[in-house]
């Protein structure tokens, strides 16, 4: 037979290289600054709530001297100053990937590099990605907790109503996701400006009255401090000084909704100030020796008559950075699936007009029942502080590992250079996370689980794909060559355009094509006159620039039909549409199909999966949870749309996986 014809399909969405990026107009820049920080920095914004107490009324209690105040405020001031902003906000917001930032980014800027060392990497990334959702549920619960903690101290009597307040707060927030966030969302960031105003105010107001807490900028106390203490005792207070930066893997995370820049600006400009004089006021409220009611720092910076409207105001900013974290994890959790590391699970869309923000039922849900666990379970935010902890401490750790290979490969540095910058990071990442296991048992031991069932989900998902596709491939008896002698020598054919799922790319005669071909000639002994033959493939990038599509034309005759092979490529970024897409080759004749998606049949095959006759007991169980995971998941054909207006036919297979 003669060589297929085949026709590329490029999409003109991207200036040429070379070109310098537009300019964000002036308002625009507003907007999202604004934007930025009501979303990205919710998280780190509401951490003085808590994160300093444990130093001292917490995990470590450590006696509020003046040398011990100056070393603990020294070392979360040069922290914030390290880890947000050297590493997030001037390095780390470089490594964007199309635009968008996260760890599944980074998965798909390394995926290229796996033959090269960067396999490691990957897995690490799919646990990160665990902690991220173990994050997810405990800092709502750490968050909204420590804000209501305040009545405590306004009103003793209401501590016994403080679980309940809280839980009815989070029960709330989780019930009205269902609506999406585009209707509360725009007062986010005005109310967040308000917040951290409010917050660099109190810190002043302190800081005024001992202003010998500047002093603390010396790193000199910071390290003394840790040298006097003891070996538990240093541990314990690094592990819960990562609190003072937990929200800051935000600031990647959103890099493709607000932009490097907006985000930047927003730190710079406003959060970062707001948090230095905080922190700074709540030393210089130690240094006064003033009563500290109930362990409560920040509230101790609050004048009485200003008690409740404060705590108030608290509630909402940690309400605010729930949202954000909730509805990142929906994010997360959509591009897992992208990226085929996850179910394909049921994702609503909540508003017209903005794909990216959706609604996973089985994820919230999933998140508020361990919400409400945990402030059950724990009953203060003080005993949630070290699993917050060592969650946030094992996302960034993991993250600067993935910036040495990206520092490499991407920016050329050289391995002298990589090793210099992230080497030190890297190692006080890795401080944190030790200082973080010391309190395994009381805290930690909660994301490590959770991150460990996200990763063996993850694992067993990619495998059981992989698996199946193979054993799939492994029943096709035919090439493309062979299917088009057949179609070429009949004389009759199924009046119906047909259109088979392929699980393999279709470019040449040699490739092994379907095997629900197969299927549909033992059946009605006859082929379709057009038979079109659809792959999607989802490259690890998060948008498809070029390339949409592939045709390769087998056979065409304007008498006897058709056989067309057709690639579609999505990122894991994007909505799979195929439905929509193949209309509207068919309505530029690219293939042969009518215009109109319910003149066609699409036929798919149901694999009915039987595991290998000698499969060893730990391959078996992974095997049925991988059975489990699938009956969870929404057929391929859903996913890609298909059956919104065509007709679909579904064969069930007995595929044996080995």
């Given at each position: 037979?003669?060589?297929?014809?085949?026709r590329?399909?490029?999409?003109?969405?991207?200036?040429?290289?070379?070109?310098?990026?537009?300019?964000?107009?002036?308002?625009?820049?507003?907007?999202?600054?604004?934007?930025?920080?009501?979303?990205?920095?919710?998280?780190?914004?509401?951490?003085?709530?808590?994160?300093?107490?444990?130093?001292?009324?917490?995990?470590?209690?450590?006696?509020?001297?003046?040398?011990?105040?100056?070393?603990?405020?020294?070392?979360?001031?040069?922290?914030?100053?390290?880890?947000?902003?050297?590493?997030?906000?001037?390095?780390?917001?470089?490594?964007?990937?199309?635009?968008?930032?996260?760890?599944?980014?980074?998965?798909?800027?390394?995926?290229?590099?796996?033959?090269?060392?960067?396999?490691?990497?990957?897995?690490?990334?799919?646990?990160?990605?665990?902690?991220?959702?173990?994050?997810?549920?405990?800092?709502?619960?750490?968050?909204?907790?420590?804000?209501?903690?305040?009545?405590?101290?306004?009103?003793?009597?209401?501590?016994?109503?403080?679980?309940?307040?809280?839980?009815?707060?989070?029960?709330?927030?989780?019930?009205?996701?269902?609506?999406?966030?585009?209707?509360?969302?725009v007062?986010?960031?005005?109310?967040?400006?308000?917040?951290?105003?409010?917050?660099?105010?109190?810190?002043?107001?302190?800081?005024?009255?001992?202003?010998a807490?500047?002093?603390?900028?010396?790193?000199?106390?910071?390290?003394?401090?840790?040298?006097?203490?003891?070996?538990?005792?240093?541990?314990?207070?690094?592990?819960?000084?990562?609190?003072?930066?937990?929200?800051?893997?935000?600031?990647?995370?959103?890099?493709?909704?607000?932009?490097?820049?907006?985000?930047?600006?927003?730190?710079?400009?406003?959060?970062?100030?707001?948090?230095?004089?905080?922190?700074?006021g709540?030393?210089?409220?130690?240094?006064?020796?003033?009563?500290?009611?109930?362990?409560?720092?920040?509230?101790?910076?609050?004048?009485?008559?200003?008690?409740?409207?404060?705590?108030?105001?608290?509630?909402?900013?940690?309400?605010?950075?729930?949202?954000?974290?909730?509805?990142?994890?929906?994010?997360?959790?959509?591009?897992?699936?992208?990226l085929?590391?996850?179910?394909?699970?049921?994702?609503?869309?909540?508003?017209?007009?903005?794909?990216?923000?959706?609604?996973?039922?089985?994820?919230?849900?999933?998140l508020?029942?361990g919400?409400?666990?945990?402030?059950?379970?724990?009953?203060?935010?003080?005993?949630?502080?070290?699993?917050?902890?060592?969650?946030?401490?094992?996302?960034?750790?993991?993250?600067?590992?993935?910036?040495?290979?990206?520092?490499?490969?991407?920016?050329?540095?050289?391995?002298?250079?990589?090793?210099?910058?992230?080497?030190?990071?890297?190692?006080?990442?890795?401080?944190?996370?030790?200082?973080?296991?010391?309190?395994?048992?009381?805290?930690?031991?909660?994301?490590?689980s959770?991150?460990?069932?996200?990763?063996?989900?993850?694992?067993?998902?990619?495998?059981?794909?992989?698996?199946?596709?193979?054993?799939?491939?492994?029943?096709?008896?035919?090439?493309?060559?062979?299917?088009?002698?057949?179609?070429?020598?009949s004389?009759?054919?199924?009046?119906?355009?047909?259109?088979?799922m392929?699980?393999?790319?279709?470019?040449?005669?040699?490739?092994?094509?379907?095997?629900?071909?197969s299927?549909l000639l033992?059946?009605?002994?006859?082929?379709?006159?057009?038979?079109?033959?659809?792959?999607?493939?989802?490259?690890?990038?998060?948008?498809?620039h070029?390339?949409?599509?592939?045709?390769?034309?087998?056979?065409?005759?304007?008498?006897?039909?058709?056989?067309?092979?057709?690639?579609?490529?999505?990122?894991?970024?994007?909505?799979?549409?195929v439905?929509?897409?193949?209309?509207?080759?068919?309505?530029?004749?690219?293939?042969?199909?009518?215009a109109?998606?319910?003149?066609?049949?699409?036929?798919?095959?149901?694999?009915?999966?039987?595991?290998?006759?000698?499969m060893?007991?730990?391959?078996?169980?992974?095997?049925?949870?991988?059975?489990?995971?699938?009956?969870?998941?929404?057929?391929?054909?859903?996913?890609?749309?298909?059956?919104?207006?065509?007709?679909?036919?579904?064969?069930?297979?007995?595929?044996?996986v080995?």
């Open positions: 037979m003669n060589g297929p014809g085949i590329q399909g490029v999409r003109s969405a991207v200036a040429p290289e070379g070109e310098p990026a537009a300019r964000i107009p002036r308002r625009d820049l507003a907007a999202l600054t604004i934007g930025a920080v009501g979303v990205v920095y919710g998280d780190i914004g509401t951490s003085p709530l808590y994160a300093i107490d444990q130093i001292f009324f917490g995990a470590a209690a450590v006696a509020p001297s003046r040398d011990n105040v100056l070393g603990a405020i020294s070392l979360a001031l040069w922290t914030i100053i390290l880890i947000v902003t050297f590493k997030y906000a001037l390095l780390v917001l470089r490594a964007e990937n199309d635009g968008e930032g996260g760890l599944f980014a980074l998965y798909g800027l390394l995926h290229k590099y796996k033959r090269q060392g960067t396999g490691v990497l990957l897995w690490s990334l799919m646990l990160g990605a665990g902690l991220l959702l173990a994050d997810a549920m405990i800092t709502p619960a750490i968050s909204v907790l420590s804000a209501v903690e305040g009545l405590e101290i306004a009103t003793p009597a209401l501590s016994l109503y403080i679980i309940p307040i809280t839980a009815v707060l989070l029960t709330g927030l989780f019930a009205i996701q269902f609506k999406g966030a585009s209707g509360i969302a007062i986010f960031g005005p109310l967040m400006l308000v917040w951290f105003a409010v917050i660099a105010a109190l810190g002043a107001l302190a800081i005024a009255k001992q202003p807490i500047f002093t603390a900028f010396n790193p000199g106390y910071g390290i003394r401090f840790l040298a006097q203490a003891g070996l538990h005792e240093t541990m314990v207070i690094v592990g819960v000084l990562v609190l003072v930066v937990t929200g800051s893997e935000a600031m990647y995370a959103d890099l493709g909704h607000f932009g490097a820049r907006p985000i930047r600006i927003g730190w710079f400009a406003v959060t970062f100030p707001a948090l230095l004089l905080n922190y700074l709540q030393g210089a409220q130690l240094l006064s020796g003033a009563e500290i009611a109930a362990g409560k720092l920040f509230y101790s910076l609050v004048p009485s008559p200003l008690l409740l409207p404060i705590i108030a105001l608290a509630t909402l900013a940690t309400i605010v950075a729930s949202q954000a974290l909730i509805s990142g994890a929906f994010s997360l959790v959509s591009q897992a699936i992208g085929g590391l996850l179910p394909r699970l049921d994702i609503l869309h909540t508003h017209r007009a903005h794909a990216g923000q959706i609604y996973i039922p089985v994820v919230n849900w999933g508020y029942v919400c409400i666990a945990l402030v059950v379970t724990f009953g203060s935010s003080s005993a949630l502080a070290s699993a917050l902890a060592l969650a946030v401490a094992g996302v960034m750790l993991i993250t600067s590992l993935a910036m040495f290979a990206i520092a490499r490969y991407y920016w050329k540095w050289s391995l002298a250079r990589t090793a210099l910058v992230w080497g030190p990071l890297t190692a006080l990442n890795g401080t944190f996370l030790l200082g973080g296991l010391v309190k395994l048992l009381e805290g930690g031991i909660v994301p490590l959770l991150a460990a069932t996200a990763f063996l989900v993850m694992a067993t998902w990619r495998w059981g794909r992989k698996a199946t596709f193979a054993a799939y491939a492994a029943r096709s008896s035919l090439t493309m060559a062979e299917v088009v002698q057949l179609h070429r020598a004389t009759t054919f199924i009046e119906r355009n047909a259109l088979i392929a699980a393999n790319p279709l470019r040449h005669p040699d490739d092994r094509a379907p095997a629900l071909i299927l033992e059946r009605y002994g006859i082929l379709p006159r057009n038979l079109i033959l659809v792959e999607v493939t989802h490259p690890k990038i998060p948008y498809v070029n390339g949409r599509y592939h045709i390769t034309v087998f056979e065409r005759d304007k008498h006897r039909g058709s056989v067309i092979g057709v690639e579609l490529r999505f990122g894991f970024m994007e909505e799979p549409n439905e929509r897409y193949l209309e509207s080759l068919a309505r530029h004749r690219e293939i042969d199909l009518p109109h998606p319910k003149q066609w049949t699409v036929h798919v095959a149901h694999e009915n999966l039987l595991p290998a006759r000698h060893n007991i730990l391959r078996r169980l992974r095997f049925r949870l991988f059975l489990f995971l699938r009956r969870m998941s929404r057929p391929t054909y859903y996913t890609y749309h298909l059956g919104d207006e065509v007709q679909l036919s579904a064969e069930i297979m007995p595929v044996r080995r």
